[in-house]
């Protein structure tokens, strides 16, 4: 494996941009993010994607760049990079594309973006007449990329940033053990044989805030460790919390154009529905007259408006910058012999059924990959991730294309020498879920064959690299 090249870098002075557009759909569309087929055929918010734009220069020569992207989408698969960097190399042909960073919220309730079984997971029948199928979508998705990375790139001018760290409970675990040692997604924690949550949460609200030579707010990038999922069995477009969060942070703020990126931390076993206190949790929610969404949106807002002045008394106008790409190979998955079995039993309880619904066909399928991914154990290769390590100023920024469980993104904030970590899961890719040795031995959907492209193994050399880089640059 090829490690990453690095070097302490020097102040720098910095030109920031930023931008936003609206990636709805103007008509009916599938949603990602469930077991089931679902056909929006209305938004009940926009889904945006926001960029922010810097530039870094010593004694007036460009020495690098980044552009940052946030979606409203489930993930951003390979196909939509590929795509979209076609598509903005001639538009900005200054611009190294590998240095466009692209990350999805993972809301529930955008369009599906791809059809190929083994990076969607799932494969939902979509209807071909009436509805906008995904490879259109995605070409209208690559699009609008392109055109906010271009508006953030030629709006950029001389700035500054700062960054600050608030709290705000949003996501808690959601894997639930019982008195036999097995996990549950969203196991019954009022049960009597339950005993404990397999792992813990990370409340944060890490927060970067961009402004003008005028010191005038442009944007803000808050990472958080719990995907947008609150509405995620629902049947309309909706940006989830995310959209309240914008809302209400240009409301607080009296600024209509900020620019808002949503950033989901490692949070592979995080989820926004409570878990505990869910009956006290309803009932103030109620008091309130809101939406756990509206809820939701509130913590976050207030969280990073609370820490606003403590930002604006320290922005740093020139500071070290540097954004580093590297490409690595993590071992595969391999399939346990228990789950093997359990495969072969799963397919032959329901291959015979004449009409399986869509469910059960999906399971059949994954079943028997999980088969031939055992039976072909020693052809699998590495699977091959692209990780961005970027220092500003005094703050790291690390990407990975997976939903990381937790203790790996606390591992990465805890072991780098930067003041704060920021780790950006579901970015530049789709390696759907690194779990814990611990969530593949009490099983459950997330720490099962089918949704993991990695091994434990894998994700902890995902962590010792990117440790490893982010330590290089400080």
Same mark, same amino acid.
């Given at each position: 494996?090829?490690?990453?090249?690095?070097?302490?870098?020097?102040?720098?002075?910095?030109?920031?941009?930023?931008?936003?557009?609206?990636?709805?759909?103007?008509?009916?569309?599938?949603?990602?993010?469930?077991?089931?087929?679902?056909?929006?055929?209305?938004?009940?918010?926009?889904?945006?994607?926001?960029?922010?734009?810097?530039?870094?220069?010593?004694?007036?020569?460009?020495?690098?760049?980044?552009?940052?992207?946030?979606?409203?989408?489930?993930?951003?698969?390979?196909?939509?990079? +590929?795509?979209?960097?076609?598509?903005?190399? *001639?538009?900005?042909? &200054?611009?190294?594309?590998?240095?466009?960073?692209?990350?999805?919220?993972?809301?529930?309730?955008?369009?599906?973006? /791809?059809?190929?079984? +083994?990076?969607?997971?799932?494969?939902?029948?979509?209807?071909?007449?009436?509805?906008?199928?995904?490879?259109?979508?995605?070409?209208?998705?690559?699009?609008?990329?392109?055109?906010?990375?271009?508006?953030?790139?030629?709006?950029?001018?001389?700035? =500054?940033?700062?960054?600050?760290?608030?709290?705000?409970?949003?996501?808690?675990?959601?894997?639930?053990?019982? /008195?036999?040692?097995? /996990?549950?997604?969203?196991?019954?924690?009022?049960?009597?044989?339950?005993?404990?949550?397999?792992?813990?949460?990370?409340?944060?609200?890490?927060?970067?805030?961009?402004?003008?030579?005028?010191?005038?707010?442009?944007?803000?990038?808050?990472?958080?460790?719990?995907? /947008?999922?609150?509405?995620?069995?629902?049947?309309?477009?909706?940006?989830?919390?995310?959209?309240?969060?914008?809302?209400?942070?240009?409301?607080?703020?009296?600024?209509?154009?900020?620019?808002?990126?949503?950033?989901?931390?490692?949070?592979?076993?995080?989820? *926004?529905?409570?878990?505990?206190?869910?009956?006290?949790?309803?009932?103030?929610?109620?008091?309130?007259?809101?939406?756990?969404?509206?809820?939701?949106?509130?913590?976050?807002?207030?969280?990073?408006?609370?820490?606003?002045?403590?930002?604006?008394?320290?922005?740093?106008?020139?500071?070290?910058?540097?954004?580093?790409?590297?490409?690595?190979?993590?071992?595969?998955?391999?399939?346990?012999?228990? +789950?093997?079995?359990?495969?072969?039993?799963?397919?032959?309880?329901?291959?015979?059924?004449?009409? *399986?619904?869509?469910?059960?066909?999906?399971?059949?399928?994954?079943?028997?990959?999980?088969?031939?991914?055992?039976?072909?154990?020693?052809?699998?290769?590495?699977?091959?991730?692209?990780?961005?390590?970027?220092?500003?100023?005094?703050?790291?920024?690390?990407?990975?294309?997976?939903?990381?469980?937790?203790?790996?993104?606390?591992?990465?904030?805890?072991?780098?020498?930067?003041?704060?970590?920021?780790?950006?899961?579901?970015?530049?890719?789709? =390696?759907?879920?690194?779990?814990?040795?611990?969530?593949?031995?009490?099983?459950?959907?997330?720490?099962?064959?089918?949704?993991?492209?990695?091994?434990? &193994?894998?994700?902890?050399?995902?962590? +010792?690299?990117?440790?490893?880089?982010?330590?290089?640059?400080?």
């Amino acid at each position: 494996m090829i490690g990453f090249a690095g070097g302490t870098p020097r102040s720098r002075e910095l030109k920031v941009g930023s931008a936003t557009v609206d990636i709805t759909p103007d008509g009916p569309v599938a949603l990602a993010g469930q077991f089931h087929t679902r056909i929006a055929q209305r938004a009940e918010t926009q889904i945006l994607a926001s960029a922010v734009a810097i530039e870094a220069s010593e004694e007036d020569k460009v020495v690098d760049e980044s552009i940052l992207i946030s979606c409203d989408l489930i993930a951003v698969h390979s196909s939509i990079l +590929e795509i979209f960097r076609q598509r903005l190399q *001639p538009l900005i042909p &200054e611009l190294d594309v590998r240095k466009v960073i692209v990350s999805a919220t993972h809301t529930h309730t955008a369009p599906v973006t /791809s059809e190929i079984m +083994e990076e969607a997971l799932i494969c939902y029948p979509i209807p071909k007449e009436g509805v906008m199928q995904p490879q259109e979508y995605v070409h209208f998705l690559a699009q609008r990329l392109a055109e906010v990375a271009v508006q953030a790139w030629k709006s950029r001018k001389p700035g =500054g940033v700062s960054w600050t760290l608030g709290y705000a409970t949003v996501g808690e675990n959601r894997r639930s053990v019982d /008195s036999g040692g097995k /996990s549950c997604l969203y196991g019954d924690t009022g049960d009597p044989h339950f005993r404990h949550m397999e792992g813990g949460f990370d409340s944060a609200v890490e927060t970067l805030f961009f402004w003008d030579a005028n010191q005038r707010l442009t944007a803000v990038a808050v990472n958080l460790a719990c995907p /947008s999922q609150e509405v995620e069995d629902g049947s309309s477009i909706n940006a989830d919390f995310w959209h309240d969060t914008r809302e209400r942070l240009k409301q607080k703020l009296n600024a209509p154009g900020l620019t808002v990126l949503g950033w989901c931390s490692a949070a592979g076993d995080q989820s *926004p529905h409570p878990m505990i206190r869910k009956e006290a949790e309803a009932r103030m929610i109620r008091l309130r007259g809101l939406s756990r969404q509206q809820e939701l949106g509130r913590r976050i807002s207030n969280a990073v408006v609370d820490t606003l002045e403590v930002a604006r008394a320290d922005i740093r106008t020139k500071m070290p910058f540097s954004h580093l790409v590297q490409n690595l190979r993590l071992p595969p998955r391999r399939i346990l012999e228990r +789950e093997y079995d359990e495969a072969r039993q799963y397919i032959a309880k329901y291959e015979a059924l004449k009409s *399986p619904d869509n469910r059960i066909a999906t399971l059949l399928r994954m079943e028997r990959g999980i088969m031939k991914r055992f039976e072909e154990a020693a052809l699998q290769m590495p699977y091959a991730v692209e990780v961005h390590v970027l220092r500003i100023g005094d703050i790291a920024i690390a990407t990975n294309p997976f939903e990381l469980f937790l203790d790996y993104g606390v591992q990465l904030k805890t072991r780098s020498k930067a003041l704060q970590t920021l780790v950006l899961q579901l970015t530049n890719g789709y =390696g759907m879920y690194a779990p814990t040795a611990d969530a593949i031995d009490g099983g459950s959907y997330s720490g099962q064959p089918h949704a993991n492209k990695v091994s434990p &193994e894998g994700a902890q050399m995902l962590v +010792e690299q990117t440790v490893q880089a982010i330590n290089s640059l400080f």
